[in-house]
């Protein structure tokens, strides 16, 4: 791995909260990790055509209603942090300048 | 009742010819669990009330003359599958009080033949991780040698088995999660073919890789357990339907077995490997033809799977942010809940891999990462698909070794991987694999087992059950 690993910003796009301790430790085993891996770039295999010849399909299901709606708000509400009635409530996400 | 060597095959006799009943069986497997468990730790929760109940409603079942295989039959269930009512907590923070909204597919086919569930069983959390080491409650206990781990991550659910504190039991396996502390544990495990098992309910760790499978005294219980749990699911994008090719593959056994030897020899202890070569030797008496096998791609197994497994977590752990279920840690705005909520909630493992998996799909890295993994993939997979034009199962060590000591290897992530060099490749591949008891090696004055593991093609899971029976009776 000749490029130095920029942690802080990996855990910034993943939504994670790094102390300065774990930041340290983090800037050494994620670059081990890497160049442990490296090791397939001396395999064959081109990335061109990921699809072919591995068998895979796409599954789609029939256009229509699964199942009649609201039949499963209450368990799934239930579960949530904080909710006002059948809506989960969260901090607000845009701010009026 | 002696717990520790009862199967369920013997079990469903005893049960139908009422020679005790299901309540006196689970009752037997409670007072195992309170005997043992303290030191073992293999339960996070044990549901003596529900069980004892479930057990009744199976005692009038069979008074009816309804017995199905699993009626009656105790099993511990891994924290990661779901039981609607129930806590299921994949042994993180995140979700130390989440209670399923809805069961798993295998939960309800088990009710359905009035299954028993004793509890749910410790593992790494999330399933990342090889010993149970990464639990958030705590390490789970090999029963072999309590100093050492069980194997991970369904490492309570291989704990539960091995000390008679369950009949059999469900984990999943990503990269041996199965098959590894099976091997460690002295007990039988499957991963299925990929797609054989519903996976509605259980909780994604790497969505390509996945599969739900039995962990059990006996090949012969391994099958049945698997016979119960596997079929199409609608709910489940990934089942396979029940006429694919990779579910009615029926294959006559040619009794023809091959060995990858180069890469048998890259890292396994020795005794592990002339235990190996033993079991082989074995084979060859019974009847069977040993080849060298050539797979020059299986060798890079290992990095494939550190790439693409860390790419999956990545993705799915995005869903856990506090929002919709599980911690919420409040904050003054929605994206300090976001990322408060995951450091109090996520373990060092788990942050390790989204961090390695955001890495290898980031702009300018995922072509050199993420994508050349995903073409050496498909280049094991068709090493898979010519080697078993010739042979009916591939034979490797499950682990390279036996049981490790508790904190041997749990400070040094590259270690902990190493333990899965010989297991990962069946996921790649999606190949069925099993782990069968093949003997012990000494460690330290104690007889640690050490696992026979055997890959056969895509819904050759019955090429398995043989050779592995076979495995069984030749000890």
């Keep these: ?97 | 009742m002696d717990t520790m060597q009862l199967t369920i095959a013997e079990a469903r006799r005893a049960l139908d010819a009422k020679e005790y009943s299901a309540l006196e069986l689970t009752e037997a497997h409670l007072d195992a669990i309170a005997k043992k468990d303290g030191e073992i730790h293999a339960y996070l929760e044990v549901w003596a009330d529900s069980a004892r109940a479930e057990a009744k409603k199976a005692d009038e079942m069979i008074a009816r003359g309804e017995a199905m295989p699993l009626t009656g039959i105790p099993l511990a269930i891994k924290d990661n599958i779901l039981i609607e009512g129930r806590i299921v907590s994949s042994a993180s923070k995140i979700l130390e009080s989440y209670r399923a909204s809805y069961s798993a597919t295998v939960i309800d086919k088990l009710r359905a033949q009035g299954a028993v569930f004793l509890g749910r069983t410790n593992m790494d959390e999330f399933a990342m991780g090889s010993s149970t080491e990464n639990s958030a409650y705590g390490t789970t206990k090999n029963p072999h040698d309590l100093a050492r781990v069980p194997g991970g991550s369904s490492g309570g659910s291989a704990a539960a088995v091995a000390a008679g504190m369950a009949m059999g039991a469900l984990g999943s396996d990503t990269g041996g999660s199965i098959r590894q502390p099976a091997s460690h544990c002295g007990v039988v495990g499957l991963k299925p073919t990929y797609g054989a098992v519903s996976r509605l309910g259980l909780m994604s760790m790497g969505s390509s890789l996945d599969q739900i499978g039995p962990l059990a005294k006996s090949v012969e219980d391994a099958r049945t357990l698997l016979a119960s749990i596997s079929g199409y699911d609608e709910n489940d994008s990934t089942s396979l339907p029940a006429n694919s090719e990779q579910r009615t593959a029926n294959r006559k056994l040619r009794k023809v077995i091959g060995v990858p030897r180069a890469f048998v020899k890259s890292g396994v202890e020795t005794d592990v490997l002339a235990l190996f070569e033993e079991t082989l030797a074995r084979l060859e008496k019974a009847g069977y033809e040993i080849r060298d096998t050539e797979m020059p791609n299986v060798a890079y197994s290992l990095p494939v799977y550190y790439v693409i497994c860390p790419a999956e977590v990545s993705t799915n752990m995005a869903r856990y942010d506090g929002i919709r279920y599980g911690l919420s840690v409040p904050a003054d705005t929605i994206q300090h809940v976001y990322t408060k909520t995951r450091r109090a909630g996520f373990g060092a493992e788990v942050r390790r891999r989204i961090l390695t998996g955001t890495f290898v799909l980031s702009s300018g890295y995922a072509d050199a990462y993420y994508r050349k993994a995903r073409a050496v993939r498909q280049l094991i997979r068709e090493d898979f698909r010519r080697a078993f034009d010739a042979v009916d199962a591939i034979a490797l060590p499950t682990a390279p070794g036996p049981a490790f000591k508790v904190g041997e290897k749990s400070q040094d992530p590259l270690a902990m991987y190493a333990e899965d060099i010989f297991s990962v490749t069946a996921n790649l591949s999606g190949t069925p694999a099993i782990s069968v008891p093949s003997g012990t090696v000494e460690r330290e004055g104690k007889s640690l087992p050490v696992g026979f593991q055997l890959i056969a093609a895509h819904g050759a899971e019955e090429t398995l059950f043989a050779i592995g029976s076979d495995v069984e009776n030749i000890k």
């Design chain 1, 1 to 97: 791995m000749g490029d130095k690993v920029d942690v802080a910003a990996l855990a910034k796009l993943s939504r994670l909260e790094v102390s300065a301790e774990e930041l340290r430790a983090l800037e050494k085993e994620i670059p081990d990790i890497l160049s442990f891996v490296e090791t397939i770039k001396e395999a064959h295999g081109s990335t061109s055509s990921p699809r072919a010849g591995s068998g895979l399909q796409n599954v789609m299901r029939e256009d229509g209603e699964p199942h009649e709606s609201g039949k499963y708000t209450k368990e799934l509400l239930d579960a949530a942090p904080a909710r006002e009635g059948d809506r989960i409530l969260v901090k607000q996400v845009i701010k009026r300048k």
